[in-house]
T-cell receptor
Framework: GENVEQHPSTLSVQEGDSAVIKCTYS??????FPWYKQELGKGPQLIID?????GEKKDQRIAVTLNKTAKHFSLHITETQPEDSAVYFC???????????FGPGTSLSVIP | DADVTQTPRNRITKTGKRIMLECSQT?????MYWYRQDPGLGLQLIYY???????NKGEISDGYSVSRQAQAKFSLSLESAIPNQTALYFC???????????FGPGTRLTVL
């Protein structure tokens, strides 16, 4: 089955700096890669996703990139703000999957 | 307005007790999921259901059971709780071709 790895497990950045979280997946059939943000005391929430026919996608200060050959995908947050502090999960799925496989999560702290 | 609700939000119980965690949703989604979150392990799938007659085991179903009472309700039971089931439990619904997950606020369970 699919396995998703995620690095780093914790990340601290100064406010205004960029943050990068990297993930790898094992199943070449995966074609959908969502990112979820979990704020303290809440359930995870989808913030951005990328599909396998796209190499990069941006939404304001966040961007995702996908390298299908290497089975890598990454989340980039620019101009970080304290409200970006949260746990971020990458995930992989396909339209034929019944389920979404999540990575172990990255705890991001943005220091004012 | 909470589209996915979970009760209770916090529960402390003793080893050997039977516990039920409840989940309700107003999103009208057919797919429902139960996840367990442990630090460093991400979100692990316990059970999932596509309708009231469809129940599927996830990665870590041992020690758990579920009941899909209606499209909107999906309950998770621990028949005889043990300390290593202490964790944060999330219910989610899934929608769309790529199965976007909509999470509830979570239930923190402590087994003494």
């Amino acid at each position: 089955g699919e396995n998703v790895e995620q690095h780093p497990s914790t990340l601290s950045v100064q406010e205004g700096d960029s943050a990068v979280i990297k993930c790898t997946y094992s199943d070449s059939a995966s074609n959908y890669f969502p990112w979820y943000k979990q704020e303290l005391g809440k359930g995870p929430q989808l913030i951005i996703d990328i599909r396998s026919n796209v190499g990069e996608k941006k939404d304001q200060r966040i961007a995702v990139t996908l390298n299908k050959t290497a089975k890598h995908f990454s989340l980039h947050i620019t101009e970080t703000q304290p409200e970006d502090s949260a746990v971020y999960f990458c995930a992989a799925s396909t339209t034929s999957y019944d389920k979404v496989i999540f990575g172990p999560g990255t705890s991001l702290s943005v220091i004012p | 307005d909470a589209d996915v609700t979970q009760t209770p939000r916090n529960r402390i119980t003793k080893t050997g007790k039977r516990i039920m965690l409840e989940c309700s949703q107003t999103k009208g989604h057919d797919r429902m999921y139960w996840y367990r979150q442990d630090p460093g392990l991400g979100l692990q799938l316990i059970y999932y259901s596509f309708d009231v007659k469809d129940i599927n085991k996830g990665e870590i179903s041992d020690g758990y059971s579920v009941s899909r009472q209606a499209q909107a309700k999906f309950s998770l039971s621990l028949e005889s709780a043990i300390p290593n089931q202490t964790a944060l439990y999330f219910c989610a619904t899934g929608a769309g071709s790529y199965n976007e997950q909509f999470f509830g606020p979570g239930t923190r369970l402590t087994v003494l």
